[in-house]
T-cell receptor, first 115, second 113 residues
Framework: DVKVTQSSRYLVKRTGEKVFLECVQD?????MFWYRQDPGLGLRLIYF???????EKGDIPEGYSVSREKKERFSLILESASTNQTSMYLC??????????????FGPGTRLTVT | GQNIDQPTEMTATEGAIVQINCTYQ??????LFWYQQHAGEAPTFLSY????GLEEKGRFSSFLSRSKGYSYLLLKELQMKDSASYLC??????????????FGTGTQLKVEL
């Protein structure tokens, strides 16, 4: 079974703090994604990566950065957390082989509260 | 870009059939996914359509019409555990789209006795 894990289920940080959210997958997937999920807005893509050290902006990258130093690990960084970044953050991974379905497998999510 | 519409909420009775619709406008289309998400949990994959027609998987079926930009998820013999949010997602197949998914806001289904 594909397993995607995230470092924390719940996190509380103060405004201005630097925040790291970690995601690890164990299926040797090429693709990894970071989303945030907010009521009424659904899942929105922040950043994604198709290879080690490679990153692409999603739909809402402002205020975020990412790091992918190893294939299995994809980190989301909030350089200076703000209250409008309070949200549920979901990591996902998918196979990147040509012709594949690219079905995404999701981690359990991190509920981040910025006070 | 992508624009995806689905109803916000639906209510149905245990044992009944319910159809959840999804319409989309897209600059490049390379497949449509349905995910199920229970409250407080991660989304889980239900179905995938890339060609027109119906895909059946047990109690769940999904239909796609590419010319109409339309899909539906059909749930039969509803059970209480089917109460969840159902997410429609379109894969962007346009050059530079990166095959990423764009999700609708989800349809919250409530199954009642």
């Amino acid at each position: 079974d594909v397993k995607v894990t995230q470092s924390s289920r719940y996190l509380v940080k103060r405004t201005g703090e630097k925040v790291f959210l970690e995601c690890v997958q164990d299926m040797d997937h090429e693709n990894m994604f970071w989303y945030r999920q907010d009521p009424g807005l659904g899942l929105r893509l922040i950043y994604f990566s198709y290879d080690v050290k490679m990153k692409e902006k999603g739909d809402i990258p402002e205020g975020y950065s990412v790091s992918r130093e190893k294939k299995e690990r994809f980190s989301l960084i909030l350089e200076s957390a703000s209250t409008n970044q309070t949200s549920m953050y979901l990591c996902a991974s998918s196979n990147g082989l040509a012709g594949g379905w690219y079905e995404q497998y999701f981690g359990p999510g991190t509920r981040l509260t910025v006070t | 870009g992508q624009n995806i519409d689905q109803p916000t909420e639906m209510t149905a009775t245990e044992g009944a059939i319910v159809q959840i619709n999804c319409t989309y406008q897209t600059s490049g289309f390379n497949g449509l996914f349905w995910y199920q998400q229970h409250a407080g949990e991660a989304p889980t994959f239900l179905s995938y359509n890339v060609l027109d027609g119906l895909e059946e998987k047990g109690r769940f079926s999904s239909f796609l019409s590419r010319s109409k930009g339309y899909s539906y998820l059909l749930l039969k013999e509803l059970q209480m555990k089917d109460s969840a949010s159902y997410l429609c997602a379109v894969r962007d197949g346009s050059p530079g789209g990166g095959n990423k998914l764009t999700f609708g806001t989800g349809t919250q289904l409530k199954v009642e006795l």
